[in-house]
Every structure is written in C-alpha cells, then in structure tokens.
C-alpha cells in the first residue's frame, strides 16, 4: 500500500527527499559498500539533486541510473542525464550509467538492459509524476505492461510528448528496489492526483502500488 506524505512546500518536498536519500545511502554503504539510486526527471526531483550535491557524502560509493531517457543526440539540453548534470551531482560520482538513447529506442533499450544486468535490487527508485500520470516514460494507453519478466527495459514509441522516441525502464524493473519515492509537487499536477485518490490506474499508480513506494507530495495537490 503507497504511503503518502504531505510537506509545506515543494521545496519542503525536495528537501525531505535528500535527507531519505542521504539516510538510505549511509546504510546501503554501511551494508553493502555500495548505494544505487534510480533518477528521475522533473523539478522536483531536481532541487533534490541539487541539495545533495552541496553535502558532503561518500560519492565514491554511489551509483546512479535512470528510469528513462528521450531518444535525442546525447549532447542535447533536454537530455534527462544532460540536465540532472546541471544540478551538479554527475560530476561528483563516477559510477554513473546512462542511457545509450542517442542509439535510438530499440538499441538504446537493448544496450541499457545490459548495463543494468546484476544492479538490481536498487536501493532508492525516485520517480515523478507529469500531468496525465505518467510515470518515467510509461504512458496512459501505451502497452507497457506485456513485457517479459525478465525485462528491465523499454522502447517507447509514439510517446504523446516530445520527442516520440524514448527508453524507460520497465515497470517490474523499477519496483525492484529496497525503496521507491514518488515527489510530486506544483498546481499542473492536480487533476492526476484527484485522478490517483478516485482510484484511476495511472501509470504512476500502479508501479509504486508496492509496499515500499512513499509518495512525498506538496501541501493543497489532496483534497
């Protein structure tokens, strides 16, 4: 059952989301020598990321993927590794995968399903949440849940954003993690979260439907 937790302000989001991450970390490090952290796109996410660049932290330690990627020359602003690097956090860790998406959908999705093989269970999945509910590049009506087991990856073709092109993990491969945090914050994002209290089964719905999934989100979105 997704757990939910109200904080004042988007920024009370974020800032709350880098002190679970940074507590997660030090225990992942303290276990197992090492801490894996999904990233996701979005604001939110963002002033998270850069709150934990300005700390201190074993960074040497940590790795860090993506929940998905637009299939855009790697070198593109709009890039999600391109600007999670402007937060600053990329240039402190050196075990970071990235998304192969300037390979296109299909070979994209191929050669991250590679680097991912052996990485799992992650330690901390973040994810957001845009306005129609979808969730990394998992869309509302697009057939993203008849996958094999055993696939960590997706080509996404016919995204209704720009660019149509994409890879996301899978739903199965993002809920395979020790805790998953879902940040949602903004006015743009209320009629997906009355949609998600009315019981609709948005994308972001039933991936974090785990019972490690904790949404973090900003006061005045629940009714």
């Not at 192969?100 to 093989?117: C, F, H, R, V």
């Not at 805790?179 to 994308?203: C, F, Y």
């Not at 490690?212 to 979105?221: D, M």
Request: net charge negative; with cysteine.
């Amino acid at each position: 059952m997704t757990k939910w937790v109200e904080f004042d302000t988007a920024q009370d989001v974020a800032a709350a989301a880098a002190d679970t991450i940074q507590e997660h970390a030090r225990f992942a490090i303290q276990q197992r020598g090492e801490f894996k952290l999904v990233l996701a796109g979005g604001t939110s996410p963002m002033a998270c990321y850069q709150i934990l660049a300005g700390r201190d932290l074993e960074w040497d330690k940590w790795k860090l993927f993506y929940g998905d990627e637009r299939c855009l020359p790697a070198d593109d602003a709009e890039r999600n590794h391109q600007i999670v690097a402007s937060s600053g956090i990329t240039r402190l860790i050196k075990q970071h995968y990235i998304i192969p998406a300037e390979l296109g959908s299909i070979n994209g999705a191929e050669s991250y399903q590679q680097q991912l093989s052996g990485q799992t269970p992650f330690d901390i999945v973040l994810l957001g949440m845009g306005e129609d509910g979808h969730t990394a590049s998992l869309f509302p009506g697009h057939d993203w849940k008849n996958v094999n087991a055993s696939q960590m990856t997706l080509a996404v073709h016919g995204a209704p954003k720009a660019p149509p092109e994409r890879i996301s993990m899978t739903a199965a491969a993002l809920q395979n993690c020790v805790q998953m945090l879902v940040l949602i914050s903004g006015e743009s994002k209320r009629d997906a979260v009355t949609q998600w209290q009315n019981g609709h089964r948005l994308p972001v719905v039933e991936v974090s439907d785990i019972e490690q999934a904790t949404v973090y989100i900003e006061a005045g979105l629940m009714r």
